[in-house]
């Protein structure tokens, strides 16, 4: 028996010694039978030397159908204790809080600066193949991606089905958005999003490589917003601020960080952005319920099933039995 075979009611099993108790201490049912006397009825005892029998008998039944009756009754009772497998238990992933990344789609991303294995690719493309990585491990959040330049936009609502998000990333391009970089619409376009949820915690996440084109709504009264939703937001620098063409504004960066409660990043390569998911991890931590989901597999229908197939196939022969019988006393 495998060690993780268990009885959910083990004190059942006491049941099993049931019918031998009754048998052992109930009087027997006794049937009555008709019985003949006729004259010299004493004469013929003693003459053929035989007892007389009384008129009621204790009909027995034979070993056969006394050990398929208790092999039903046996089955029934392991079916009632409740047999099952049980696994190992599990930590259930507990729905901790909306994280939404805002990513930078800008023109300025399609930069061929960065490197992935040796070879040049352009700034998005070297972003989305490392952040697939970090989306995958965010196991307790539901995921938000949003897409902004010109303009912002939702790529994908707020999901636990992370393979989702990973397809909308993987589907979008530079330039889908506009041409400038419009971080405060971004901000605020991510703050509807939360808006139409009820899980508390809110964290976001806006990577872009360029400066705030200063249209419609400010970097800095977005976050303010953000600030009185208690929504955190970590910024991340794409690309050298020293380098020539560099249009990366860190410091409005850093100023919408701090004001959430957040924390601002730099990342000039590939190796520095991986760091960078590494220590959001650290921050922004996986949580998990406490080991109260243990998996079982019930085996109860095992015996039932058996104890009525006996049932049935005692009850077909008995009534194959008594026909024959009645066909031959014709």
Partial sequence: MPDNFHFEYPLVILLLPLPLLVYWLLPAIKNRSSALRYP????????????????????KRSWLAWLVMYS??????????????????????????????????SFS?????????????T?????????????????????????????????????????TVETMLDEADVGMAGQMTNIGKAI????DMFKRDTIPHKVM???????????????????NLAKKDSTVIYTIGIGDPTAAGSDLDERTLQEISDMTKGKYFRAKDTEALQNIYK??????????????????????????????GLG??????????LIVKRVKST
């Fill in 72 to 105: 039903i009754w046996g089955l029934l009772v392991v079916a009632l204790a409740s047999p099952e497998l049980v696994g190992k238990p599990e930590k259930k992933i507990k729905t901790a809080r909306n994280f939404l990344i805002a990513a930078d789609i």
């Fill in 205 to 223: 996440l806006i990577l872009t490589d360029g400066v705030d084109s200063g249209m419609e709504i400010l970097p800095l009264d977005a976050a």
């Fill in 279 to 308: 220590e959001l991890d650290a921050l922004e931590p996986i949580e998990y319920e406490e080991e109260s989901y243990t998996p079982k597999t019930l085996l109860y229908y095992i015996p039932l099933g058996i104890a009525l």
């Fill in 40 to 59: 010299y009825f004493n004469r013929a005892v003693v003459v053929s030397q035989q007892k007389p029998k009384k008129s009621s008998q204790v009909k």
């Fill in 312 to 321: 049935a196939l005692s009850i077909a022969v008995s009534l194959i039995v």
């Fill in 123 to 163: 700034r998005w493309a070297a972003v989305k193949d490392i952040m697939k990585d970090f989306v995958k491990e965010r196991k307790s959040d539901r995921l938000g991606l949003l897409f902004f330049a010109s303009n912002a936009y939702i790529q994908a609502p707020f999901t636990s089905d992370l393979q």
């Fill in 109 to 121: 991303m399609a930069n061929t600066d960065w490197f992935i294995d040796d070879k040049r690719t």
């Fill in 188 to 191: 605020v376009k991510g703050m």
